[in-house]
């Protein structure tokens, strides 16, 4: 599950990563008055946000209010702009990276940082990207931080302050169950003047030297294993990443996906329903969901799964099961009790293999609904009859 | 010689009593497996398909257990594995699915550095025919024989087996190794095991979009692996971002597509089939 | 550093241990108006202030304050009453024991838990005695807490009490740095009557059946290890534990124990200054302490040595030096030095090898101070002149 | 052969700028030991000792380093440690005393099972005569010999090495566990090197009050050892409950006495010195 940009810095302010003061609002008269200057950030689920207009400076508060609501009113990338965040300006003095991931083929949490931010990481030569693979049983100690921050180019007190973030991100990483934490871009401030009066005192003399700037998280990316939820109860599941209907299916605990086409499908396992959705463009026809019915064969989870089938809006159906263990007659029996519930009239080409599998087909077959043994005669019926009905 | 489990293998069942645990350790008996004990707290005791279950791993281990199925809910797997593991247990087949990414990080770490395998989570389990069978693959698909399956799924792993045992192709060994983002063994691993089994003659694997463990196998095998490979992937029509039923479906930021794990086999030579029900007669190309 | 049984269950409290209800004083007019009962508990670090009357129970604020009063005056086993904690009384159905430790010879945390609380757990019989060796890269899961109570007795919800409050005191025993965790007695309360109306409604027939009691950690023992004590300024070094002496001296970066007999010792290391103790003792000489110089060679750390030797009022002091690489020339100067600053004019024998070793000897000799090469000859001189001074 | 270390082992010293860590290192050259580089964050491009100083473990790689001495204050040690283990060092050794006990507890379980040995924590090291030096003994205390030192403490294994050395017994390998509660080895797993080790002929073990090592040294080398063991135990005057300079010198609840250690060593035939500077003697009547 992906955080709004608010969410995250909520959650790496709690770790200690420094972010920049500000805070969110839902509606344009909600921003406060100020001086100075304010970032009008619109919280949306994608990235590229700047270049869409979705971040905006002001320098008052009816200037911030008349922005907000604009922003508030757009469309980014098809996303619905959600909320505002209204931040400090920063002086930016360089901008950095800074992520870690699960990197699946170590099988390992993987920090990369890079000299090179506020741009997408993909954009960076691999040469200017230092990747670190952490060891959880050693987990992110201060070497880490230590060996990172003399590639990135920091000493002293920059060192210390990298160090810091990359221990803190790294704790957050883990006990919030994230698959991915990203600070772009981790913004170095303008460090600022320090006149120090020379001796002898009273001289008039000053020294003027540069104090190092602080490094800030300008920006947050946070995804969470969705799987962990359970244990993360002050995060809410964030609606905007499915569909209504995506969502609806998905509280019912189906594994399902809204596709572009109009066979609707219904199959078991995910593996299987990824395969039945080649093998249907590979046929030239187009599939308008992905719908993993899982291992059950109750009647119900059957009959109820046409339930978001039909709400797409398909103009046929097609139920590809390799039962397995699976009872084929419970099946039959959950597809021919959805047809005469939902009152289905167009097309059901179903594929049914497995325990009792003659008896199940049997069943259908009495029921005018085709079934076959094998996939691939089941997807051939189905082409065979769409092709008729143009 | 087997991979990883065979005939002598006892295995025990945590979660025996919940309705996988004990409908799967009947089918598994039936098929051989010597499921030694089962485990449920609270439930020491009973008997299931005659099979005693107690309330603790170390309880089983007068049984001198080898191997371990978890069937236990997804928040309880992380404690169920490292009871086993604690425990000496060698072999740990998790079939659970929805195991938070963090838990499966800190098993399989373990694991690979206390020398124990972990299969799955999420996946089927491992059928050696003719000797055992850990897990809920169907048990009259199978076929004995010298083709070797590793897959990231479950259904269409039956699909494929189902296809292979029609057409004549027995299977030595038969693995799925889960549909999670993270799993016990990647390609290469099982790779390196399909190798050195004298069993094994030729090698199909089932792999699906997300990650790099399909161009991880495909380097390995222009290297190490002399045996003929074929493959399948599922995935070619999902679109990007979106997680396909398993976890470990999903295509980030232009990474895992079908294109490149496609292009990545075909370059190091292993056919790949465009429909499951193919694998056979691309199989009979390159193995007898 | 030992905890006292009030700051011990501070932190059990933190960490989700249950603890009676209660509170310390250090006055007695400190204790506030009750109604029931209280106990009245002395707090000092050692164990069986039961017997020595440090542990009594009053029912009125006014008994509460007399006892308090009478406690705070005791000596028990020679410690000073530091505080009294005042506490519910609760009513016991069983007493328990558990402890973490860590185990030297497994290199891991060990809990050991029995049914036989209340007593010294030296006094359990072996069998009666439940064990576990925790691998800390698995930590205390559930199955930890499972496995023993089992073993202990506990079904349904006390086994899950039992796991609570094992997993939060391994989380309390790796956070606090602790070498020892104790509860003893944990103590089961008795459970309650619960009557439940029998059906039919109105019928007047209810069920009595006897809900079950709660574990509570009715004493504590934490000793947290001392080098780390840098990382948790929450807790103050507790005084009691070295005598004012030993205090001072180890204040000021001495390893210094005091003992009961009349000859001074400082040596380097350790091991020597043991050696150097167990040799006295052989040769018919009782050390008056130990004191362990470190493996610096400063006039300064040498001569303020003395300091701490000389407090104790000793018949005569020993200085065994292995120098290795220490140089004894050095070493010499600051023996001089002390002896002159001091005024010492008891006898002072010392044992000096090393670098310049010859050197430093004739230093010594010249001011009148016995020096020697080997560690015998120098004992043998000492017991030569004690005797001869008798 | 050589216990451990060798003459081709190459050190670097993590604290090198320090001034334990200077100094040391200059012995250690001195002695014929093979230190490759330093180690002190923000001091990278130093030299000391002709030695050249990196900001981190990483960058000494290039030296292919075989063992680390650790000399930074105990706050730093674990984090030390644990950055030469990430790096592949096999050996670590460290010199820092006062090392928080569960510190210790994390490094050693790490080292124990990934293969790294620990040397330490508040240990003068490892010497092999004649070959290499990683610690603080003094030089020219040493003879190259048959006779193997572990010790649990510094200055009295000076002692005893000297008076060996004055008497004619010249040492194969000299080690310092350490004083403290938790080291990475104990003398049942030097017995097993030194047993091992063909350039070793007896055993000398310098043991001390305070936990139980010196009781199962002595069930291992009835059942184990074939070499002349001889043994000193310092702590017969200590009171119980105090600790004696070293954080493992301890008698707590009655166990750890000097008695319940020399009366293990003597049922295990072991003879035990009365005064350390009884060792050659006592030595001479088990061994040549």
Redesign the interface.
């Known amino acids: 599950m992906n955080l709004y940009e608010y969410q995250g810095k909520a959650l790496f302010k709690k770790y200690g990563v420094p972010v920049p003061q500000g805070y969110v609002v839902f509606k344009p008269e909600e921003i406060m008055d100020f001086y100075g200057e304010r970032v009008i950030k619109a919280q949306v689920l994608t990235g590229g946000r700047g270049k869409s207009g979705g971040v905006k400076f002001a320098s008052n508060v009816e200037e911030a209010r008349k922005l907000a609501k604009e922003i508030l009113s757009m469309e980014i990338k098809g996303h619905k702009v959600h909320a505002i965040l209204v931040e400090e300006k920063l002086k930016i003095e360089k901008e950095y990276y800074l992520s870690i991931l699960i990197d699946r083929s170590t099988r390992k949490p993987l920090i990369m940082a890079s000299p090179e931010g506020g741009v997408e990481i993909e954009s960076v030569p691999d040469e200017k990207i230092y990747k670190f693979v952490v060891n959880p049983e050693i987990g992110v100690q201060p070497f880490v931080g230590r060996a990172l921050a003399k590639k990135m180019g920091f000493t002293g007190d920059l060192a210390k302050q990298f160090t810091n973030i990359l221990m803190n991100l790294y704790k957050l990483f883990r006990e919030y169950d994230a698959e991915l934490v990203e600070i772009n871009p981790l913004v170095l401030t303008e460090g600022k003047e320090v006149k120090t009066e020379m001796y002898p005192p009273m001289s008039g003399m000053t020294l003027s030297t540069k104090a190092p700037g602080k490094l800030i998280a300008a920006d947050s990316k946070v995804v969470i294993d969705t799987d962990s939820l359970y244990r993360h109860k002050d995060l809410e599941e964030n609606a905007e990443e499915k569909t209504p209907l995506e969502l609806e299916a998905t509280k019912a605990g189906y594994a399902f996906v809204e596709l572009d086409g109009n066979v609707g499908v219904i199959a078991n396992g995910a593996g299987l329903t990824m395969a039945t959705l080649d093998t249907l463009l590979l046929y030239g026809l187009k599939p308008r969901n992905f719908l993993d019915l899982g291992g059950t064969d109750s009647v119900d989870i059957t009959k109820n799964a046409f339930t978001y089938v039909l709400k797409a809006n398909p103009d046929a159906i097609l139920v590809n099961i390799f039962g397995g263990v699976t009872k084929c007659d419970t099946v039959a029996q959950g597809i021919i009790a959805a047809k005469e519930a939902f009152n289905i009239n167009m097309p059901i080409v179903v594929r049914l293999s497995g325990v009792h599998e003659e008896e199940g087909r049997k069943m259908l077959e009495e029921n005018g609904i085709h079934a076959f043994a094998d996939m691939r005669h089941a997807i051939e019926k189905l082409k065979e009859i769409m092709e008729g009905s143009q | 010689m087997s991979v990883i489990v065979d005939e002598n293998t006892k295995i025990i069942v945590q979660g025996i009593t919940g309705h996988q645990g004990s ?1 799967h350790s009947g ?1 598994m008996i039936k098929f051989g497996a010597k499921v030694v004990a089962g485990v449920t ?2 439930k ?1 005791g009973m008997k299931v398909h005659d099979v005693p279950v107690y ?4 309880e089983t281990l007068v049984h001198e257990p080898d191997a371990t199925m978890i069937t236990v809910p ?3 797997v ?3 594995a ?2 086993a ?2 425990n000496g247990i060698r072999v740990v087949y998790i079939l659970t699915e ?6 499966a ?2 098993i ?3 694991a ?3 020398g124990h395998v972990v299969i799955g989570p999420n996946g089927p389990g491992i059928t050696v025919p003719g000797k055992t069978k850990m897990g ?3 048990n009259h ?1 199978f076929k004995k024989g010298t083709v070797a399956v590793a ?9 494929i087996v ?1 296809a292979l045992t029609l057409n004549g192709y027995g299977q030595s060994t038969v693995i799925g190794l889960g ?1 999670d ?2 799993t016990g063994l ?1 390609f290469v691993d099982i790779l390196e095991l399909f190798e050195k089994d004298e069993d094994t003659e030729a090698i199909v694997l ?1 792999g ?6 399909e161009e ?1 196998a495909a380097e390995y095998i222009k290297k190490y692996v002399s045996k003929p490979v074929v493959a ?1 992937i ?6 990007p971002g ?8 999903i295509i980030t ?2 990474k895992g597509t ?1 294109e490149s794990k496609i292009k990545a086999f075909n370059e190091a030579g292993v056919p790949v089939a ?4 193919e694998i056979p007669q691309v199989l009979k190309k390159v193995y007898k």
Request: proline share 7%; no cysteine.
């Open positions: 409908f089918e707290p609270g020491g309330d603790t791993v170390e997804a928040p309880f992380k404690d169920a490292f009871e593991m604690y929805k195991v938070p990414l963090h838990d990080l800190d399989v770490t373990y690979r550095s206390h809920i693959m169907p698909i897959s990231r799924s479950g259904t269409l792993t039956y699909e189902n549909g983002r993270i990647n089932v699906e979009i997300g990650g790099t463990a991880e399948y599922a995935g070619r029509s999902a679109p979106k997680r396909m039923g398993h976890a470990g479906a930021r232009g079908a465009e429909f499951p029900w």
